[in-house]
Each structure stands twice: as structure tokens, then as C-alpha cells.
């Protein structure tokens, strides 16, 4: 894809007596799998134009939790071979990204009651992905991971918290490759990984919090290249060959 796709929201509630949800979401290629027999399977996504979130909530006087994201990717692939039958032979996942991927997220909140200081208050999450790659089942797994980044990839966020029963948690992350397999039940795995990037991604966060009855969790996180493998003991074989730049 040439297109660079945008996504922008903004937002202002008060009042609300129940869960606040808002999500700006800009993405380039994305895919979804879901097989429950053999399969070969092969993708290929390529986005060129980059990808730009933004999102603004103001809210007050509320009575539930508030969830609030903008995130902006450029390439996303997600498969699921739910049963022991659905074996894969071949997988090949192939992902270029180029341009900006930016995400940037707001928030000014004032007065939120979940209910209970233990349960979550506020959840918000500005991210900003240039390739990922998410893979699950339960049968014996054989393929190949390719990624490339060459562009910016960046994610900001500004919070603005007063006066809040319950959890707060904040997340920023710019990531460039993503990728991940979780098999626990499968008889072998066997996965050749090959992830690059040509770019610093950038997360950024600045926050005020005041007058929290609970956690609160912040987190800023800047990631090149990102593998996680799952497996169990009892699987006979694993072979992961992996290349990250």
C-alpha cells in the first residue's frame, strides 16, 4: 500500500455512569487466520505510506472505568489454528514497512470512580507498530518470520490525572518488529526469524497524576525488534533460528 492512513478523535464526556471506551485506530495491511485444519500459509504486506493516530478524551465526573487508545500500525498479521489437527507445514510471513508511523494520545481527567480501589480505573495506551506478527495453536508448527523497518516509527502521550478510585495504568511504546508464537501443546516447532530495523523507535510520555485511591503503573517503551517463542516440556522439538538488526 501507498496510502498513508490517519485516524483522529477527540473527545470530551462528563457525567457518564458506566465505562468510558474510545480508540483511534490508523492501519496500513492487516490480516486475520483462523483455521482449524492443516494449513499452508503464506503473507505478504508491504506499507509504504506510513500510518498517523490521534486521539484527545477529556472526561470528568464519571462512574465506570475509562479506556482510552490510538494506535497506529502498518502492518499486522494475526493466525490461530485452534485445534491438535490444524498442523502447519509451512508458514511465511513477509512484512515491509516504510514512512511515519506516529501515534499520539491525550488525556485531561478529572473526578472517575470505578467502584472499588482494587478494580481498574483508567487503562490508556498511545502505540505506535511498524510490522507485527501474532501466531497460535496447538498442533506442530514449521515456518518463517521476515521483517523490515526503514522508516519512524513514534509514540507519544500526555496524561493529565486528578482525584480517581481505582487502578491507572499508562503504556507508551514504539515498536518497530513484532513478532510472536505461543504453541504449548504442539508436538515440534521449527522457526526461522529474521527481524530489521533501520530506525530508532520513539516513545515519549509526560504525565501528572494526582489523588489516586490505588496502583498506578506507567510505562514508556522503545523497541527495535521483538521475538517471543512459547512452548512446553513436553514438546519433542524446538528449533528457532534467529536474526535481529
Given at each position: 500500500s501507498y496510502t498513508k492512513p490517519s485516524a483522529s478523535l477527540d473527545a470530551v464526556v462528563a457525567g457518564v455512569?458506566?465505562?468510558?471506551?474510545?480508540?483511534s485506530a490508523a492501519i496500513g495491511n492487516s490480516l486475520s487466520v483462523d483455521v482449524t485444519g492443516s494449513a499452508n500459509v503464506a503473507n505478504r504486506q508491504?506499507?509504504?505510506?506510513?500510518?498517523?493516530?490521534?486521539?484527545?478524551?477529556?472526561?470528568?465526573?464519571?462512574?465506570?472505568g475509562i479506556n482510552a487508545t490510538a494506535a497506529a500500525i502498518g502492518n499486522s498479521a494475526s493466525m490461530e489454528f485452534a485445534t491438535p489437527a490444524a498442523s502447519i507445514s509451512d508458514m511465511n510471513n513477509y512484512q515491509r514497512a516504510w514512512g511515519k508511523h506516529n501515534s499520539n494520545l491525550t488525556l485531561d481527567v478529572r473526578n472517575v470512580d470505578s467502584?472499588?480501589?482494587?478494580?481498574q480505573a483508567i487503562e490508556s495506551t498511545s502505540a505506535a507498530i511498524a510490522n507485527s506478527l501474532s501466531v497460535s495453536g496447538t498442533g506442530s508448527?514449521?515456518?518463517?518470520?521476515?521483517?523490515?523497518?526503514?522508516?519512524?516509527?513514534?509514540?507519544t502521550q500526555t496524561v493529565d490525572i486528578a482525584n480517581v478510585t481505582g487502578d491507572v495504568d499508562i503504556t507508551?511504546?514504539?515498536?518497530?518488529?513484532?513478532?510472536?508464537?505461543?504453541?504449548?501443546?504442539?508436538?515440534?516447532?521449527?522457526?526461522?526469524?529474521?527481524?530489521?530495523?533501520?530506525?530508532?523507535?520513539?516513545?515519549?510520555?509526560?504525565?501528572?497524576?494526582e489523588g489516586v485511591l490505588g496502583d498506578v503503573n506507567i510505562?514508556?517503551?522503545?523497541?527495535?525488534?521483538?521475538?517471543?517463542v512459547t512452548t512446553l516440556p513436553e514438546t519433542a522439538s524446538v528449533t528457532v533460528n534467529?536474526?535481529?538488526?
Open positions: 455512569d458506566g465505562t468510558v471506551e474510545m480508540t508491504i506499507q509504504r505510506g506510513g500510518a498517523l493516530a490521534n486521539a484527545y478524551l477529556s472526561a470528568s465526573d464519571t462512574v465506570g467502584g472499588d480501589a482494587t478494580e508448527f514449521s515456518g518463517r518470520n521476515d521483517q523490515l523497518f526503514n522508516g519512524d516509527v513514534r509514540a507508551t511504546a514504539a515498536i518497530a518488529n513484532s513478532a510472536s508464537f505461543d504453541f504449548t501443546e504442539a508436538e515440534s516447532f521449527n522457526l526461522n526469524n529474521t527481524q530489521r530495523a533501520g530506525f530508532d523507535p520513539t516513545a515519549s510520555s509526560s504525565v501528572n497524576i510505562t514508556s517503551a522503545g523497541i527495535s525488534n521483538s521475538l517471543s534467529s536474526v535481529q538488526q
